[in-house]
T-cell receptor, first 114, second 111 residues
Framework: NAGVTQTPKFQVLKTGQSMTLQCAQD?????MSWYRQDPGMGLRLIHY???????DQGEVPNGYNVSRSTTEDFPLRLLSAAPSQTSVYFC?????????????FGPGTRLTVT | DAKTTQPPSMDCAEGRAANLPCNHS???????VYWYRQIHSQGPQYIIH???NNETNEMASLIITEDRKSSTLILPHATLRDTAVYYC????????????FGTGTQLKVEL
């Protein structure tokens, strides 16, 4: 199993550009999430999904869109990049079910918006 | 979800036990205690979790006080590779995926 994979590893955008961060998992996990991590801070939840076709907002959803058309993939779209979106983005997945909150994280995408 | 408090940093000598405390005085009866760690520039890694009883796995032990208001993560023989930020998270069972990470404890393991 590859686990959770993210592409690209690094990205530089200009203000106003749009792009999609890719996330895929091969563990057949129902739940997937996107977090961002700013320097010296903990992770903040952007969006999450509890299954194909179902998504919901986290703490900091503004400026981001998600969709979940398959169990495996959960892309994150930046609609119009802003310098405030410079961050490291982590995708995570886990199985559904009570008491099972072990999340598996991808290696991250380091995004710089100039 | 209950709020957690952790010291911002700790040091530990290699080969010694690292004991990382976490205070969660407002924890409710159905909330689990989870520990994750994040080695520099990598994604967070699950370590262990528990509800009431002490737990042990191949990575660590988790000691939860009887009143459940605090817990301690123990790395029995810390190595340089255990240098990381350790996050204590309290999470209710069931419902959603909002795992809230605070700022954690930076553990530095030194020779």
């Amino acid at each position: 199993n590859a686990g959770v994979t993210q592409t690209p590893k690094f990205q530089v955008l200009k203000t106003g550009q749009s792009m999609t961060l890719q996330c895929a998992q091969d563990m057949n996990h129902e739940y997937m999430s996107w977090y961002r991590q700013d320097p010296g801070m903990g992770l903040r939840l952007i969006h999450y999904s509890v299954g194909a076709g179902i998504t919901d907002q986290g703490e900091v959803p503004n400026g981001y869109n998600v969709s979940r058309s398959t169990t495996e993939d959960f892309p994150l779209r930046l609609l119009s990049a802003a310098p405030s979106q410079t961050s490291v983005y982590f995708c995570a997945s886990r199985v559904a079910g009570t008491g099972r909150y072990e999340q598996y994280f991808g290696p991250g995408t380091r995004l710089t918006v100039t | 979800d209950a709020k957690t408090t952790q010291p911002p940093s700790m040091d530990c000598a290699e080969g010694r036990a690292a004991n990382l405390p976490c205070n969660h005085s407002t924890i409710s009866g159905n909330e689990y205690v989870y520990w994750y760690r994040q080695i520099h520039s990598q994604g967070p890694q699950y370590i262990i979790h528990g509800l009431k009883n002490n737990e042990t796995n191949e990575m660590a032990s988790l000691i939860i006080t009887e009143d459940r208001k605090s817990s301690t993560l123990i790395l029995p023989h810390a190595t340089l590779r255990d240098t990381a930020v350790y996050y204590c998270i309290v999470r209710v069972e069931g419902g959603g995926n909002k795992l809230t990470f605070g700022t954690g404890t930076q553990l530095k393991v030194e020779l």
